[in-house]
Protein backbone atom coordinates (compact mmCIF):
# COMPACT_ATOMS: atom_id res chain seq x y z
CA UNK A 1 0.00 0.00 0.00
CA UNK A 2 1.89 3.47 -0.83
CA UNK A 3 0.48 6.80 0.04
CA UNK A 4 0.70 8.77 -2.46
CA UNK A 5 -0.28 11.74 -0.70
CA UNK A 6 -2.73 13.20 1.83
CA UNK A 7 -5.72 11.70 1.28
CA UNK A 8 -4.78 9.54 -2.17
CA UNK A 9 -3.76 5.76 -1.07
CA UNK A 10 -2.58 3.15 -4.06
CA UNK A 11 -3.50 -0.45 -3.68
CA UNK A 12 -4.52 -3.53 -5.14
CA UNK A 13 -7.92 -5.15 -5.16
CA UNK A 14 -9.18 -8.52 -4.98
CA UNK A 15 -11.88 -10.38 -4.96
CA UNK A 16 -10.38 -13.56 -4.21
CA UNK A 17 -7.04 -14.21 -3.22
CA UNK A 18 -6.09 -15.75 -6.39
CA UNK A 19 -7.26 -12.90 -8.43
CA UNK A 20 -4.07 -11.03 -9.86
CA UNK A 21 -6.16 -7.90 -8.89
CA UNK A 22 -6.50 -4.58 -9.89
CA UNK A 23 -4.55 -1.40 -8.88
CA UNK A 24 -6.46 1.45 -7.85
CA UNK A 25 -6.44 4.91 -5.77
CA UNK A 26 -8.43 5.37 -3.01
CA UNK A 27 -9.31 8.91 -2.36
CA UNK A 28 -10.50 10.17 0.96
CA UNK A 29 -11.07 14.05 1.40
CA UNK A 30 -13.55 16.29 3.55
CA UNK A 31 -16.47 15.99 0.93
CA UNK A 32 -16.39 11.96 0.02
CA UNK A 33 -14.55 8.41 -0.73
CA UNK A 34 -13.94 7.02 -4.27
CA UNK A 35 -11.94 4.23 -5.68
CA UNK A 36 -10.69 4.49 -9.32
CA UNK A 37 -9.02 1.42 -11.16
CA UNK A 38 -6.34 2.63 -13.40
CA UNK A 39 -7.64 -0.21 -15.90
CA UNK A 40 -9.93 1.77 -17.66
CA UNK A 41 -9.47 5.22 -15.50
CA UNK A 42 -12.91 3.25 -13.98
CA UNK A 43 -14.59 4.89 -11.23
CA UNK A 44 -15.58 1.96 -8.96
CA UNK A 45 -16.64 3.68 -5.88
CA UNK A 46 -17.97 7.27 -5.16
CA UNK A 47 -19.79 8.19 -1.01
CA UNK A 48 -20.34 12.02 -0.57
CA UNK A 49 -19.71 11.55 3.61
CA UNK A 50 -22.80 10.98 5.48
CA UNK A 51 -24.40 9.61 2.25
CA UNK A 52 -25.23 6.68 0.58
CA UNK A 53 -22.95 5.65 -2.02
CA UNK A 54 -24.08 6.75 -5.43
CA UNK A 55 -22.02 4.29 -7.46
CA UNK A 56 -22.90 0.46 -7.41
CA UNK A 57 -20.51 -2.12 -8.17
CA UNK A 58 -21.05 -6.05 -8.15
CA UNK A 59 -20.08 -8.03 -5.53
CA UNK A 60 -20.03 -10.80 -7.23
CA UNK A 61 -17.04 -10.03 -9.92
CA UNK A 62 -13.63 -10.72 -10.60
CA UNK A 63 -11.31 -8.08 -10.23
CA UNK A 64 -8.49 -9.44 -13.35
CA UNK A 65 -6.58 -7.62 -16.29
CA UNK A 66 -8.31 -6.97 -19.54
CA UNK A 67 -11.75 -7.22 -18.20
CA UNK A 68 -14.02 -4.14 -17.25
CA UNK A 69 -15.52 -4.61 -13.59
CA UNK A 70 -19.85 -4.76 -13.23
CA UNK A 71 -19.91 -1.42 -12.16
CA UNK A 72 -18.58 2.28 -11.19
CA UNK A 73 -18.78 3.64 -14.74
CA UNK A 74 -16.73 2.36 -17.35
CA UNK A 75 -15.50 4.14 -20.59
CA UNK A 76 -17.14 2.57 -23.40
CA UNK A 77 -14.79 4.07 -26.08
CA UNK A 78 -14.26 4.10 -29.67
CA UNK A 79 -17.32 2.62 -30.03
CA UNK A 80 -20.28 1.58 -27.92
CA UNK A 81 -22.20 -1.43 -28.31
CA UNK A 82 -21.06 -4.31 -30.82
CA UNK A 83 -18.30 -3.22 -33.08
CA UNK A 84 -20.44 -1.40 -36.50
CA UNK A 85 -18.31 -3.89 -38.85
CA UNK A 86 -16.46 -6.47 -36.88
CA UNK A 87 -18.44 -8.35 -34.56
CA UNK A 88 -15.61 -10.24 -33.02
CA UNK A 89 -14.11 -6.97 -31.81
CA UNK A 90 -15.00 -6.33 -27.47
CA UNK A 91 -18.14 -5.08 -26.77
CA UNK A 92 -18.16 -1.30 -25.99
CA UNK A 93 -14.96 -0.85 -27.44
CA UNK A 94 -11.26 -1.05 -25.70
CA UNK A 95 -10.59 1.65 -23.55
CA UNK A 96 -12.59 0.24 -20.34
CA UNK A 97 -10.42 -2.96 -20.76
CA UNK A 98 -6.96 -1.11 -21.04
CA UNK A 99 -4.46 0.48 -18.25
CA UNK A 100 -4.87 4.31 -18.48
CA UNK A 101 -1.66 6.34 -17.33
CA UNK A 102 -2.27 8.51 -13.99
CA UNK A 103 -0.81 11.43 -15.37
CA UNK A 104 -1.32 13.83 -12.34
CA UNK A 105 -2.61 14.54 -9.11
CA UNK A 106 -3.79 17.84 -7.53
CA UNK A 107 -5.65 19.17 -4.83
CA UNK A 108 -7.71 22.52 -4.85
CA UNK A 109 -9.68 23.73 -1.93
CA UNK A 110 -9.48 19.84 -0.43
CA UNK A 111 -11.17 18.55 -3.75
CA UNK A 112 -8.84 15.76 -5.74
CA UNK A 113 -8.54 16.19 -9.13
CA UNK A 114 -6.97 12.81 -11.27
CA UNK A 115 -6.39 12.50 -14.59
CA UNK A 116 -5.98 9.73 -16.80
CA UNK A 117 -4.83 9.07 -20.17
CA UNK A 118 -4.98 6.80 -22.67
CA UNK A 119 -3.02 6.82 -26.14
CA UNK A 120 -3.33 4.80 -29.03
CA UNK A 121 -0.56 2.58 -29.29
CA UNK A 122 0.10 -0.57 -31.75
CA UNK A 123 -2.46 -2.62 -30.27
CA UNK A 124 -5.34 -0.38 -30.09
CA UNK A 125 -4.45 0.48 -33.67
CA UNK A 126 -4.81 -2.99 -34.85
CA UNK A 127 -8.73 -2.56 -33.35
CA UNK A 128 -9.82 0.63 -34.25
CA UNK A 129 -6.85 2.08 -36.98
CA UNK A 130 -6.38 5.84 -35.46
CA UNK A 131 -3.57 7.86 -33.61
CA UNK A 132 -5.99 9.37 -30.54
CA UNK A 133 -5.49 10.31 -27.11
CA UNK A 134 -8.31 10.22 -24.52
CA UNK A 135 -7.93 11.81 -20.83
CA UNK A 136 -10.86 11.16 -18.09
CA UNK A 137 -10.19 14.15 -15.37
CA UNK A 138 -11.99 13.14 -11.78
CA UNK A 139 -12.61 15.83 -9.79
CA UNK A 140 -13.49 14.18 -6.31
CA UNK A 141 -15.52 16.81 -4.45
CA UNK A 142 -19.61 17.60 -2.62
CA UNK A 143 -19.99 15.74 -6.37
CA UNK A 144 -18.17 13.47 -8.77
CA UNK A 145 -17.36 15.52 -11.86
CA UNK A 146 -15.94 13.72 -15.31
CA UNK A 147 -14.64 15.41 -17.93
CA UNK A 148 -13.97 13.32 -20.99
CA UNK A 149 -11.81 14.32 -23.78
CA UNK A 150 -10.87 12.90 -27.26
CA UNK A 151 -7.73 14.10 -29.12
CA UNK A 152 -7.59 13.52 -33.17
CA UNK A 153 -3.53 12.87 -33.80
CA UNK A 154 -4.19 11.48 -37.14
CA UNK A 155 -4.03 13.31 -40.66
CA UNK A 156 -7.72 12.76 -41.15
CA UNK A 157 -11.15 12.76 -39.45
CA UNK A 158 -12.27 9.96 -37.32
CA UNK A 159 -16.15 8.63 -36.19
CA UNK A 160 -16.13 7.29 -32.25
CA UNK A 161 -18.93 6.93 -30.36
CA UNK A 162 -18.89 6.74 -26.61
CA UNK A 163 -20.47 6.35 -23.21
CA UNK A 164 -19.79 6.81 -18.98
CA UNK A 165 -21.67 3.52 -18.71
CA UNK A 166 -22.54 4.58 -15.04
CA UNK A 167 -24.31 2.02 -12.84
CA UNK A 168 -26.33 3.68 -9.52
CA UNK A 169 -26.48 2.43 -6.41
CA UNK A 170 -30.06 2.60 -5.54
CA UNK A 171 -32.84 1.00 -2.99
CA UNK A 172 -35.22 -0.63 -5.27
CA UNK A 173 -35.77 -0.50 -8.87
CA UNK A 174 -39.49 -1.61 -8.46
CA UNK A 175 -39.53 1.71 -6.82
CA UNK A 176 -37.44 4.29 -9.03
CA UNK A 177 -38.10 6.66 -12.05
CA UNK A 178 -35.68 8.54 -13.74
CA UNK A 179 -37.06 12.51 -14.71
CA UNK A 180 -35.34 14.47 -17.45
CA UNK A 181 -36.24 12.38 -20.35
CA UNK A 182 -39.86 13.65 -21.08
CA UNK A 183 -40.82 13.38 -24.60
CA UNK A 184 -37.35 12.69 -25.43
CA UNK A 185 -37.16 10.39 -28.57
CA UNK A 186 -35.52 7.05 -27.67
CA UNK A 187 -34.67 3.29 -29.58
CA UNK A 188 -36.12 0.34 -27.22
CA UNK A 189 -33.07 -1.97 -27.88
CA UNK A 190 -35.23 -5.07 -27.12
CA UNK A 191 -37.39 -4.09 -29.88
CA UNK A 192 -35.29 -2.09 -32.26
CA UNK A 193 -38.12 -2.61 -35.14
CA UNK A 194 -40.37 0.07 -33.41
CA UNK A 195 -38.15 2.81 -34.82
CA UNK A 196 -35.78 5.47 -32.96
CA UNK A 197 -38.86 7.79 -32.43
CA UNK A 198 -40.80 6.84 -29.61
CA UNK A 199 -41.20 8.60 -26.14
CA UNK A 200 -43.07 9.05 -23.20
CA UNK A 201 -44.96 11.92 -21.45
CA UNK A 202 -44.32 10.62 -17.81
CA UNK A 203 -40.67 9.56 -15.64
CA UNK A 204 -39.59 6.21 -16.68
CA UNK A 205 -40.39 3.33 -14.42
CA UNK A 206 -39.60 -0.21 -14.66
CA UNK A 207 -40.98 -3.47 -14.78
CA UNK A 208 -39.08 -5.63 -16.72
CA UNK A 209 -35.66 -5.21 -18.33
CA UNK A 210 -35.28 -2.14 -20.09
CA UNK A 211 -32.48 -1.22 -22.48
CA UNK A 212 -33.12 2.57 -24.22
CA UNK A 213 -30.70 5.00 -26.39
CA UNK A 214 -32.52 8.51 -25.83
CA UNK A 215 -30.93 11.03 -28.47
CA UNK A 216 -31.11 14.84 -28.33
CA UNK A 217 -31.60 14.71 -23.89
CA UNK A 218 -30.93 17.43 -22.21
CA UNK A 219 -28.08 17.16 -19.68
CA UNK A 220 -30.01 17.21 -16.82
CA UNK A 221 -31.64 13.91 -15.10
CA UNK A 222 -32.35 12.73 -11.25
CA UNK A 223 -32.81 9.06 -10.07
CA UNK A 224 -36.21 9.48 -7.64
CA UNK A 225 -37.48 6.61 -5.07
CA UNK A 226 -38.81 7.45 -1.91
CA UNK A 227 -36.76 4.94 -0.05
CA UNK A 228 -33.69 7.35 -0.86
CA UNK A 229 -32.19 10.83 -1.94
CA UNK A 230 -32.60 12.00 -5.01
CA UNK A 231 -29.11 11.10 -7.75
CA UNK A 232 -28.96 14.11 -9.62
CA UNK A 233 -26.94 13.66 -13.46
CA UNK A 234 -25.93 16.71 -14.97
CA UNK A 235 -24.18 16.53 -18.26
CA UNK A 236 -22.68 18.25 -20.88
CA UNK A 237 -22.09 18.05 -24.33
CA UNK A 238 -23.59 14.43 -24.34
CA UNK A 239 -26.55 14.38 -26.57
CA UNK A 240 -27.26 10.39 -25.60
CA UNK A 241 -28.74 9.07 -22.67
CA UNK A 242 -29.10 5.00 -22.20
CA UNK A 243 -30.82 3.73 -19.50
CA UNK A 244 -30.40 0.02 -18.76
CA UNK A 245 -31.59 -2.37 -16.10
CA UNK A 246 -30.92 -6.11 -17.37
CA UNK A 247 -33.78 -7.60 -15.12
CA UNK A 248 -33.63 -11.31 -13.40
CA UNK A 249 -33.14 -13.26 -16.64
CA UNK A 250 -30.48 -11.26 -18.36
CA UNK A 251 -28.44 -10.46 -15.16
CA UNK A 252 -28.29 -14.36 -14.46
CA UNK A 253 -26.92 -14.59 -17.96
CA UNK A 254 -24.07 -12.03 -17.27
CA UNK A 255 -22.72 -14.14 -14.34
CA UNK A 256 -20.83 -11.30 -12.59
CA UNK A 257 -24.05 -10.35 -10.39
CA UNK A 258 -25.32 -11.82 -7.57
CA UNK A 259 -28.87 -12.77 -7.73
CA UNK A 260 -31.15 -10.14 -6.92
CA UNK A 261 -28.94 -7.52 -7.25
CA UNK A 262 -29.79 -6.35 -10.06
CA UNK A 263 -33.02 -4.33 -7.82
CA UNK A 264 -30.14 -2.35 -6.56
CA UNK A 265 -28.58 -1.36 -9.49
CA UNK A 266 -29.63 0.80 -12.67
CA UNK A 267 -27.60 2.37 -15.40
CA UNK A 268 -28.04 6.36 -16.69
CA UNK A 269 -25.22 6.18 -19.30
CA UNK A 270 -24.03 9.81 -20.65
CA UNK A 271 -22.42 10.12 -24.30
CA UNK A 272 -22.62 9.97 -28.21
CA UNK A 273 -24.00 7.00 -29.40
CA UNK A 274 -25.67 5.27 -32.42
CA UNK A 275 -26.82 8.25 -34.70
CA UNK A 276 -24.99 10.73 -32.37
CA UNK A 277 -21.36 9.30 -33.29
CA UNK A 278 -18.78 12.19 -33.16
CA UNK A 279 -16.97 12.83 -35.86
CA UNK A 280 -13.70 14.01 -35.21
CA UNK A 281 -11.48 16.43 -37.63
CA UNK A 282 -7.73 15.90 -37.68
CA UNK A 283 -6.03 17.74 -34.85
CA UNK A 284 -9.15 18.58 -33.04
CA UNK A 285 -10.10 17.88 -29.39
CA UNK A 286 -13.28 17.60 -27.69
CA UNK A 287 -14.37 17.56 -24.48
CA UNK A 288 -17.40 16.11 -22.45
CA UNK A 289 -18.37 16.83 -18.84
CA UNK A 290 -20.74 14.51 -16.57
CA UNK A 291 -21.19 15.29 -12.83
CA UNK A 292 -23.42 12.99 -10.37
CA UNK A 293 -24.15 13.43 -6.52
CA UNK A 294 -26.49 12.64 -4.10
CA UNK A 295 -29.19 15.86 -2.61
O1 LIG B 1 -25.63 0.03 -21.96
C1 LIG B 1 -26.51 -1.04 -22.10
C2 LIG B 1 -25.76 -2.19 -22.74
O2 LIG B 1 -25.38 -1.90 -24.06
C3 LIG B 1 -26.64 -3.42 -22.64
O3 LIG B 1 -27.13 -3.82 -23.89
C4 LIG B 1 -25.72 -4.46 -21.98
O4 LIG B 1 -25.02 -5.18 -22.96
C5 LIG B 1 -24.83 -3.56 -21.14
O5 LIG B 1 -24.54 -2.46 -22.01
C6 LIG B 1 -23.62 -4.22 -20.52
O6 LIG B 1 -22.67 -4.52 -21.49
P1 LIG B 1 -21.34 -5.32 -20.98
O7 LIG B 1 -20.53 -5.52 -22.22
O8 LIG B 1 -20.67 -4.44 -19.96
O9 LIG B 1 -21.86 -6.59 -20.35
Not at 42 to 65: G, I, M
Not at 138 to 161: E, P, W
Request: glycine share 6%.
Amino acid sequence: MQHLMSGITHKKLKQRETDVGLDVIEVDNQFCNAVIAVQGAQVLHYQQKHKAPVLWLSEAHRFQPTKAVRGGIPICFPWFGGHPTQPDLPSHGFARNRLWQLQDVTVQDDEHLLLFQLDSSDETYALWPHHFQATLQVRLGAQLQLTFSVLNKDQHAFDFSFALHSYFNIQDIHQTQVRGLLNTPFLDQLNPEKGDQQCEAQPISFTAEMDRIYQQAQGSYQIVSPLEAPIHIESTGCSSVVVWNPWAEKSARLGDIATGAWQNMLCVECGCVAAATVSLAAGQRIEYQMAAFRD
